[in-house]
């Protein structure tokens, strides 16, 4: 047996100074030195427990067996049979609650870097086109056309599935960028745009068809397109619409939902403002309310925007944050200031309609909750407030209106998201599968390309037997 | 996909219709619907009511006013020149059916909303009194439009060039006294549609106003145009743009309207520098 290395590679990042002010991307990637030596962590386990907690089920031991004996594209081929998108899952995936943490070597507290060699690799790919080998070389076409509505990690995965199982899949995506959250929602020094504008061309080069500027639910609506000649959909809206505080003030100048903030940022390059048309006003003291990955991106968006102070607003305590751990050094290192168990009681405003403070509640942890969490709980009169100019609400979305309120026979949950079998994605209504932020509420890219996968499948399955 | 713009008319000093090829969105359009827009590459995403579609052509016309460094440039394309996106129809179409008599009051360029949506209530079995006011003579487009799907059409412009001289609120007040009005459509300048709302309030007659707040993707995506009706924080995107005017936080709604006027004025300067660089 092979001696057990517990060093695990460090990622190189580009300089603290430097980052603050730019919008490249912050990890850098392994060298081949690096990959090596952390491949050759790797134990090869004859009953593998990381892929289990993969959720598109990636052949990990094989792809590092392969990259350790320096074959690449055999090492890219592994990857791409089960995701289509590796460049992205390398960079965006909570590995260390996913395969890292089923490692062997997560009990020594060394895991094998399995994120960042399926980085690595695709990395590799990119840089070397012409020795990759086509995957979609032998697809039997049928003729069946799919329709997939959202173009996000969801609708990539189930079109990549379905065209390579040889249907004629077209994308509906509502913006004008293809890619969803990938696109408009991480900023590119955690998640390139040309990593994910790679990664789309990969998907169209499988035969998969993207039309641009298609809302559905105004445009047409499912029942249209499955009248048009589609045997089956897949619905990949995203959750869509932002929730804010319910709180007063909150629709002062100077406040924005995450979601729009980060959209004038990533796909309409407001940060290059007045070179592009977006305008983004971002001022010297910034409080972003909310203590996931979102909340994170904003807050290092405000940074390198030229914010003097950026704080983080949570309810709860560092134990309880949602955001991925390497996400809240990152912020923390960059000079974001976490402002922990404060809940907002309302924004502050001058005559001019314009924020010019926050009034936050000191909260305390109680019992745990339904989600396991300690619930915080506000303790009476510990107002304090802060004087910020800008305000960016990251608490999540809800469930866009556009689709179910425009398709018939599709159940809703009471929160108004689509009611889905999660062992199929299929919906209530015939012929309609539902996977991602649309059929579980928000959460991760990796879980929505699992989702996209499983549809895919169920796809499948039953026009095969419907014939 | 391709928007061709396949006709272009300056309709008055700043204001420009354009005909768009979209048959996908003509196919669906309704009275009162609008329209996302993206000009070039680096553009921004601005919302334009359809002002009026063609099925069997396939196309869509929008009016719009240049106002700011975006619309300057789309006033730049011509016939032949292409949209790089055009999204639609969104927003919710305006409530169209038999009230008796309606009264659509439109400002400015806001003519060419007001078209379809009268043409509508016309065809509904209402009796249409239509008011237009302009600044000016010269501002004055669409009339023969309007009068066409208006049972009555009384014009007004701010100086006394042309037709009645004041706002459109005067002979919106003496209309209401001296008829009965089921209904008021009022859409241009916000203050024009907050003058009318608080003229019609004493009234009881509701009245429907089409927002314009400042949008992004036009989708319910990230509240941008978030406006607050009757206390309750609502999208324009979706849950509008029509909205009860005598429910809408006015001073909300242009306050939000003037959050980027530094970086309009910056972009604006910019393009008059490279469209006259001798200046």
Known sequence: ?467 | MSYRIIAKKDLAQGIHLLRVEAPAIASKAQAGQFTMVRGDEKGERIPITIADWDKQEGSITIVFMEVGATTKKLACLNVGDTLLNFVGPLGRPTEIKSFGTVACVAGGFAIATIVPIARAMKQAGNRVISIMGFRTKDLVFWEDRLKEVSDNLIITTDDGSYKRKGLVTEPLEELLEQDTINRVIAIGPTIMMKACSTTTMSFGVKTMVSLNPIMVDGTGMCGSCRVSIGGKTMFACVDGPDFDGHAVDWDLLMNRQRIYLDEERESQRLLEKRLRPEF
């Open chain 1, 1 to 467: 047996m092979a001696k057990i290395n517990l060093n695990r590679q460090p990622m190189p990042k580009q300089p603290l100074e430097s980052r603050k002010n730019n919008f490249d991307e912050v990890a850098l990637g392994y060298t081949p030195e690096q990959a090596l030596e952390e491949a050759s962590r790797c134990l090869q386990c004859p009953k593998p427990p990381c892929v289990a907690g993969c959720p598109v089920g990636i052949d990990i031991p094989d792809f590092i067996k392969a990259l350790r004996e320096h074959d690449m594209p055999e090492a890219t081929h592994i990857l791409k049979r089960k995701n289509s998108l590796p460049g992205i899952c390398g960079r965006v995936c909570p590995q260390e609650s996913q395969c890292e943490k089923s490692c062997v070597l997560a009990k020594k507290g060394a895991p094998v870097a399995i994120g960042r060699l399926e980085r690595y690799v695709a990395d590799w790919e990119r840089s070397h086109p012409e020795l990759v080998r086509k995957q979609g070389a032998h697809i039997d076409h049928h003729g069946k056309k799919i329709a997939i509505v959202g173009s996000g990690p969801a609708g990539l995965s189930c079109s990549a599935q379905l065209a390579q199982m040889g249907y004629e899949v077209t994308i509906f995506e509502a913006l004008h960028s293809a890619g969803g959250v990938l696109t408009y929602g991480i900023p590119s020094f955690r998640l390139p745009k040309d990593i994910v504008q790679g990664e789309i061309d990969y998907v169209k080069s499988l035969g998969v068809e993207i039309q641009l500027d298609q809302v559905i639910g105004k445009i047409s609506t499912v029942d249209d397109i499955l009248k048009n000649g589609y045997a089956a959909v897949f619905l990949a809206p995203g959750a869509g619409a932002p929730m804010f505080l319910n709180i007063p003030g909150e629709n002062l100048n100077g406040i924005y939902s995450a979601n729009e903030f980060l959209t004038r940022i990533n796909l309409m390059k407001a940060y290059l403002f007045p070179e592009y048309d977006t305008p983004i006003k971002t001022g010297n003291r910034v409080a972003v309310i909310g203590g996931g990955n979102v909340a994170m991106d904003a807050a290092r968006c405000a940074v390198r925007l030229g914010a003097e102070k950026v704080y983080i607003i949570y309810r709860r305590s560092r134990t309880e944050m949602p955001a991925r751990q390497e996400e809240r050094e990152n912020a923390e290192e960059e000079g974001v200031i976490f402002t922990l168990l404060t809940n907002p009681k309302r924004f502050i405003g001058d005559d001019r309609g314009k924020l010019t403070a926050i009034e936050l509640y000191k909260m305390k942890l109680g019992e745990h909750d339904d989600t396991g969490r300690r619930r915080p709980i506000t303790i009476p009169e510990s107002e304090f407030t802060i004087d910020i100019d800008t305000a960016i609400v990251a608490l999540g979305t809800k469930p866009n209106p556009l689709i179910p309120s425009s398709t018939t026979d599709l159940d809703l949950t009471r929160w108004g998201s689509v009611k889905t079998d999660a062992a199929t994605g299929r919906t209530s209504k015939d012929s309609v599968w539902c996977g991602g932020d649309m059929a579980t509420g928000a959460a991760t890219v990796i879980s929505a390309m699992g989702a996209g996968k499983i549809a895919a499948t169920s796809i499948d399955s039953y026009l095969k037997n419907t014939g």
